[in-house]
Each structure stands twice: as structure tokens, then as C-alpha cells.
């Protein structure tokens, strides 16, 4: 039995897979196809990646990443064609720059800041 | 002295945090806006979908949206939600406002019958069979209404079924600017 249950979970796995459908010619390309295809968020299903989203939008992404990777596209060309198109949001990793440098700088100022202000606290309390 | 506007700046911090959280729940986080405002209409030219079949074949090209302020409706057969939004397009065309239509990733026969249920408010329509128009454009679902300057610049996008109260709120006041514009 578990061989069978197994099996299916293997199969469906495989299913998952996205690469048998995309061959590519090198190596190269094909991780480079498989990284854009997880770091491309779905707009439809704007939590899923487009390597697993079943919308249309995944599917027309998935061919278009495809052709330009084929051509011998750069990873930061493609993405920034679909950052010109969509914005940063499709990425998943925002560019640091501008605005969204204080996305990523925020949570470690503020768990700083909060840290300084705790260690004073302990200072003060252990004085006394 | 100093415990005190500790206690105060944390405190602070706290209200201004409930602030950005109640402010961020009105939000529609899953509603995106357009990179492309201010910038000019990507370049196509697109097959036009003609209600009657005995007519020669005709081009729907980014030139033909300048010299006018125009809607481009993105919109398709299979799309429900498309259905909803016609009554009010209809109005429009017949107020006088151009509305240019992009037939997305549709098929001919299906969009004609649309057009004959639900009506037809479309000075030109492109077929974009294969999407690749509306990618460019940065669509992300339908329906989507595109607002065109003179020059043929993006100047607003509005995504989802354009409504009455829509119109008047986020289309109305730039039409009238843009219209007065050279």
C-alpha cells in the first residue's frame, strides 16, 4: 500500500515539474528558467509563483520567459521587462532601490531600535 | 525624566502603527497600479474585429489612438464579468466618449456574439488573439479600461468592472482635463 501511495506522490510531483514542457538547451538555461519561474509572482494568484500557478496570465508569463531565456536573455533584462510592464510587485525580491529600500531596511531598524530601548530598560532595572 | 519618553516613544510608535494598520486594511492590496501611467501606448498593430465578414481586412494601429482622448476597454467573450460592465460602456459611446476595444486572447466567432448579447460600444476593435498587446500594456485581468490622451499617452488605468460611480470618480475629472489640454 504505501508503495502505491508512494508512487502517487512521486507522480504527482513530476506532474508539478514545468521543465518537460520548457526543454531548453543548456544546463544554464534551463536554472535559469526554473530561478525566474519561482522569483515571478502570479498576479492572478498574487501568492503563487508562476511555476505553479494554473492561470491563463502564469501560463502566457511561463511562454514569454521561455522565448526570451531561448534567445539567451539575461536574467536582469527579463526582469526588467516585466518590472516596465507589471512593476515591481511581479518580482517577489523588490529591487533595492528607492521606496523599497525602506521595505527592506524598516524591519531591521525597528527590531534595533527596540533592542536599544530593551537594553536600556535592563540597564535602569539592574542599577536600581 | 528619561524612563518617561522612553515609554512615550514607544507609545508613539505603537499609535502610529495601528494608524498604518487600519489605514492598510482599506486598502485593495490585490488591485495594482499601472507603471505605465504618463507613458506612451505600447506599439501594435492588431487585426480589427469587423461585424460584418464581407469586409476587407482592417488594422487597428497605436497611431489611430492620437488625436483624440479615448478609453481602451480590455475585454473578452469568455469573461463575465466583462458582461457587466457593457450597459454603462454602451451609455458612454453614446454620449459621445471613443472607446477603443481590445479583444483579448478570444476567438472571432465568440466576441462577434458577445458584441450582438450584450451590445457594441467600440469605435475600432483589436483582436489581440495571443495577448501579446496586453501584456505589453501591463493587463493582469479583465476587465481593464485604459485612459488615452491626445498624444497617445497612458494617462490612468482602471481595473475591474467600470461602474457609474467609478467613471465619475477616477475617469470623469481626467477626461475633462485632458480634453482641455492642446
Redesign the interface.
Same mark, same amino acid.
Given at each position: 500500500m504505501r508503495y502505491i501511495v508512494g508512487f502517487l506522490i512521486l507522480l504527482y510531483c513530476a506532474i508539478g515539474f514545468s521543465n518537460s514542457l520548457y526543454p531548453l538547451a543548456t544546463q544554464k538555461q534551463e536554472r535559469q528558467f526554473d530561478a525566474l519561474l519561482k522569483e515571478v509572482r502570479c498576479l492572478v494568484c498574487q501568492n503563487q509563483d508562476i511555476a505553479d500557478s494554473h492561470a491563463p496570465l502564469a501560463q502566457d508569463l511561463r511562454e514569454k520567459i521561455y522565448l526570451l531565456v531561448q534567445q539567451g536573455k539575461t536574467t536582469p533584462f527579463i526582469k526588467s521587462y516585466l518590472t516596465t510592464r507589471y512593476g515591481d510587485f511581479i518580482l517577489f525580491n523588490p529591487p533595492f532601490k528607492g521606496i523599497t529600500f525602506v521595505l527592506w531596511v524598516a524591519p531591521f531598524g525597528l527590531l534595533g531600535a527596540l533592542l536599544l530601548l530593551l537594553i536600556r530598560q535592563a540597564k535602569r532595572s539592574q542599577s536600581r | 525624566m528619561r524612563?518617561i519618553s522612553?515609554r512615550v516613544?514607544?507609545l508613539v510608535l505603537f499609535i502610529l502603527l495601528i494608524v498604518c494598520f487600519i489605514r492598510a486594511l482599506k486598502q485593495e &492590496?490585490?488591485l495594482? &497600479?499601472?507603471?505605465?501611467i504618463d507613458k506612451q501606448l505600447p506599439l501594435f498593430k492588431l487585426p480589427t474585429l469587423d461585424t460584418h465578414t464581407d469586409q476587407p481586412p482592417h488594422f487597428l494601429a497605436t497611431s489611430d489612438l492620437q488625436g483624440q482622448v479615448a478609453l481602451l476597454n480590455i475585454w473578452a467573450s469568455w469573461c463575465s464579468a466583462c458582461s457587466e460592465e457593457q450597459a454603462f460602456l454602451n451609455t458612454l459611446s453614446q454620449q459621445g466618449l471613443i472607446i477603443y476595444g481590445l479583444n483579448y486572447?478570444d476567438e472571432t466567432d465568440a466576441a462577434r456574439q458577445f458584441l450582438i448579447d450584450w451590445g457594441n460600444p467600440y469605435y475600432t476593435i483589436g483582436q489581440d488573439s495571443k495577448?501579446a498587446v496586453a501584456?505589453?500594456?501591463?493587463v493582469?485581468?479583465t476587465p481593464e479600461t485604459f485612459l488615452i490622451d491626445k498624444k497617445g499617452f497612458i494617462r490612468y488605468r482602471y481595473v475591474g468592472v467600470l461602474t457609474q460611480e467609478a467613471f465619475e470618480r477616477v475617469l470623469l475629472p481626467r477626461i475633462r482635463l485632458l480634453e482641455e489640454a492642446s
Open positions: - | 524612563i522612553g516613544v514607544v &492590496p490585490s495594482l &497600479p499601472s507603471v505605465q486572447k495577448g501584456m505589453d500594456l501591463g493582469y485581468g
